[in-house]
C-alpha cells in the first residue's frame, strides 16, 4: 500500500521549505515563473509577483505547494477520464445523483434549525408565477 501523505502539523514540524520545492520540480518552477514574470499580465508584469512572493518568499502558509505534484497527477487523471465519453458521462450523472446532502437548500434550512432556531416559513409566489418548491 502506498504510504500516506504527510499531514500539515508533520510538514510544519520538519519544517516546510517551499523553496525547496520549488526548486526541485521544473513544473513548479515554470508555473511560479511565469506567474511573477508577468506571463498572465503582459501590461502589467509585476500584478502577480505578490502571489508568488507569498508561497516562495513568505512560507506558503497553506502549503500549496507540498499538493503540487498531487494536484497535477488528479488533473492528468480527469483528463483521460474527459476523453473517455463513456466514461466521463457515467461520471457525471453518479455525481450529479449523490450531489442532494450538499444542496444549498438542505444547508441552508439545517442552518437556519440548528443556528437560528428559526422554523421554515412557507412562501406563497405571486399569482401566474411557478411555486419555488
Do not use: C
Not at 500500500?1 to 519544517?15: E, I, Y
Not at 476523453?83 to 450529479?96: F, H, P, Q, S
Not at 445523483?97 to 440548528?114: K, L, N, Q, V, W
Amino acid at each position: 500500500s502506498a504510504t500516506p501523505p504527510p499531514t500539515v502539523q508533520q510538514l510544519r514540524a520538519d519544517g516546510y521549505r517551499p523553496r525547496a520545492l520549488y526548486e526541485a520540480d521544473p513544473r513548479l518552477k515554470a508555473a511560479l515563473d511565469a506567474i511573477g514574470d508577468g506571463t498572465f499580465s503582459p501590461g502589467d508584469p509585476h500584478r502577480y509577483q505578490a502571489i508568488r512572493d507569498s508561497l516562495l518568499e513568505w512560507g506558503d502558509h497553506y502549503l500549496l505547494l507540498a499538493d503540487f505534484a498531487d494536484y497535477l497527477r488528479a488533473q492528468a487523471e480527469v483528463d483521460a477520464l474527459y476523453r473517455d465519453r463513456e466514461a466521463w458521462t457515467r461520471k457525471a450523472v453518479l455525481n450529479l445523483t449523490a450531489m442532494g446532502p450538499f444542496s444549498s437548500d438542505r444547508t441552508i434550512a439545517e442552518y437556519a434549525h440548528a443556528i437560528w432556531h428559526s422554523p421554515p416559513v412557507k412562501v406563497i409566489p405571486p399569482a401566474g408565477q411557478l411555486p419555488l418548491d
